[in-house]
């Protein structure tokens, strides 16, 4: 599994809101999604899955980008966990993917069309389909295309998805699909999220051998210790080339804007998404901390535009810009 950082074909995004979540506030989550497509577009494709009954509202709010529309009955947004991940050969020039079996995070939400999504883009982008008996999501798995990955424990070691399976048994086919040398695994937290705690919420691969990882500060929040927990564990660790891992910290805001906050709402500055000559970071209205994280990521991506936008319609439904993108990678 390559890098995000290395080239992309394009990104794969999906327009269609649960109203179980996203009822309230579809106008405005709808608008976020586009504005997500638009700002990844001035870089590189972006094919959307659209379901029919949204496909005018799709195409009319994305008229102005390079954003392919194609017709995909859907049950929800979050192509990141529904969608494939894919895989490149050791000589770069064919792509493959791997379908992971969505389960809607263990049974959380309804997920019969979302299941489904997977073998959709892998027939659309032409790809070798890869089968697995896991069940996890995309958001739970962060490599460094160097052999190393980062996983969270409360994901894919849970009843919920992969209860017949050891953490061994899980690590070893993990590294087969995946070409990895090591898993740094952390453990996350179950039932605070619908995601059981994804990888991508709490740490990211910059390069080989360095990461950017989130630190809660506030005392009240269930994330305070775990991401303390988590730092320390990153701190000490090293990777599948021996490098003792160089940790940056991005602390999540203090504040957000009164709209859309609640307990669900997913402030994460870590779940970015890097795309073609971009990284695209959300920005929750804590002006310090907004300009503290794009400060910090234009250090650590300085061949790279940093486009913050504001995505809090679709952060309160616990997921951010990662989550609604997968990339393919592009072939040499």
Not at 98 to 127: C, M, P, R, S
Not at 196 to 215: E, L, M
Not at 260 to 268: G, L, R
Not at 304 to 328: F, K, M, P
């Amino acid at each position: 599994m390559p890098s995000e950082e290395q080239p992309h074909q394009r990104t794969w995004m999906a327009f269609s809101v649960n109203n179980a979540w996203g009822g309230q506030y579809l106008a405005e989550i709808q608008e976020n999604i586009a504005t997500i497509a638009l700002a990844i577009a001035r870089y590189e494709t972006v094919t959307m899955l659209v379901d029919p009954k949204d496909h005018a509202i799709a195409q009319r709010l994305v008229a102005e980008g390079d954003v392919e529309l194609l017709i995909c009955p859907l049950d929800d947004i979050w192509i990141r966990d529904s969608g494939p991940v894919f895989v490149i050969n050791q000589q770069g020039d064919k792509v493959a993917a791997i379908d992971f079996n969505f389960n809607g995070w263990g049974n959380k939400q309804q997920h019969a069309l979302d299941a489904k999504v997977a073998q959709f883009i892998v027939e659309k982008a032409g790809v070798k389909p890869i089968k697995t008996r896991l069940v996890l999501e995309g958001g739970g798995i962060e490599v460094d295309g160097d052999g190393t990955a980062i996983i969270t424990e409360s994901c894919v070691i849970n009843s919920n998805r992969n209860a017949a399976i050891s953490k061994e048994q899980c690590e070893q086919e993990l590294k087969q699909l995946l070409g990895l040398e090591k898993i740094i695994w952390l453990p996350g937290i179950k039932n605070k999220d619908i995601t059981d705690g994804h990888t991508d919420g709490y740490v990211r691969f910059v390069r080989p051998g360095a990461v950017v990882a989130g630190y809660e500060p506030n005392t009240q929040s269930y994330d305070h210790l775990v991401t303390q927990r988590h730092l320390d564990i990153l701190r000490h660790s090293t990777d599948a080339k021996g490098r003792q891992l160089d940790v940056v910290v991005l602390e999540a805001p203090a504040t957000l804007r009164d709209k859309y906050a609640s307990n669900q709402f997913f402030a994460s500055y870590i779940n970015y998404y890097v795309c073609n000559k971009a990284v695209i970071v959300p920005a929750f209205g804590d002006v310090n901390a907004d300009n503290a994280a794009v400060d910090k990521l234009k250090r650590l991506y300085p061949q790279r535009e940093i486009v913050a936008i504001n995505i809090d319609a679709v952060a309160s439904g616990g997921g951010g810009i990662h989550c609604v993108t997968q990339q393919e990678p592009k072939t040499k």
